[in-house]
């Protein structure tokens, strides 16, 4: 198993640091601007799935991938065509005409030309003086790990329900769901949800769990993906939780919530005001920004181990430059490897945490010790937190 990690992690920093060599269309990542500029091109989203570039022996830049399809709508209406019609081109020079509508994409924003522009022109403010954005639902390459991700979930867990139908132990690849399956439900919805309710909503636990996990792992791949480091995707993330357990909240959820009992009534207005922020916007901010910012930190952190061969090649020369980058690079991806079931956990932690915080039931006939004092269950002590 640890021969298996290791093989694997060398692997994804070898191609990592092979896809330097892209450093657009004039050639190979080499000033410390270029590996900048490289760095923020890599945790961004693009309109193609771009997995190398390599110059021929005639000195021509060829790219290796493949186009997805751009969707716009225009001033003309729907607009469709596949990525390759930009040519690889984020600098705003490739003009495409379709549907009576020219658009340049620039840094992986699609603009709608004016009649008569040749180009993207902007004024003092960085507004665009002769284009407009377009409305952009195009399958990009966040969007297309999306739906790798939910065809391979679908598919893994639909063969292990049909196993369940006729083994009772699981064969092949469910043998490696099952126990993961099981965690979920047993180490984090029964414990923060309870007994009595955790059957409700483990299946949205599970999906979320094994949805940022499978994609922070596809993100340490030569793939390129970087969907959790993508801001939309977490806040997505983040308000599907937001709704739950906005809406299966209970009445002692709310009432806790906007009329806080045992407090003097004047403090209570103020406490409503404070339990709304917390949970409409500290609570979804929490989740969308620690999976956020920690995927996205990860990614820059290890590309710029990477850069260490291109930047301090001229000081510690090819072999030590090269050398010290493969062994911190190496170690911050074993890390990252961690990380990404980490974050994962995280998430679907506070999520079931949150949820049992709405759906906890004030059940006031407790047991009582020895000294006559109740004992608290553990829906009483999680809801004390409402």
Known sequence: MIRTLVLLCTLCISLQGFAFSEGGDQ??????????????????????????????????????????????????????????EFHHDDAGKVVVEKGGSKFVKLHSKIYELNPGASEVQFDEHHHAKNAAKVLDFSITKSVFGILLVGLLMLWGFSSLAKQYASKKVPTGFGRVLEPLVIYVRDEIAKPNIGEKKYRKFTGYLLTVFFFIWILNLLGL???????????AVTAALAIFTLVIYTFSGNKDYWMHMLWMPGVPVLIRPVLAIIELAGAFLIKPFSLLVRLFANISAGHIVVMSLIAIMFTLKESLGVVGATGLSLVLSFFITLIEVLVA?????????????????????HDHDHEHDATGHEIPDAEDVRGDFI
């Open 27 to 84: 050639g190979a990542v080499d000033t410390k601007d270029e590996v900048g500029e490289y760095i923020q091109h890599h945790i961004k989203d693009a309109h193609d799935f771009h997995l190398f570039s390599y110059t021929s022996d005639n000195g021509e830049r060829k790219h290796v991938g493949f186009p997805l399809p751009v969707i716009l709508w225009s001033s003309n209406g729907l607009v469709t065509f596949m990525s390759s």
């Open 221 to 231: 791949t030569p793939l390129g993906f970087n969907v959790t480091g993508q801001l």
């Open 341 to 361: 079931f980490l974050q994962a956990y995280i998430f679907t932690m506070l999520s079931a945490l949150f949820i049992g915080m709405a759906v906890a039931e």
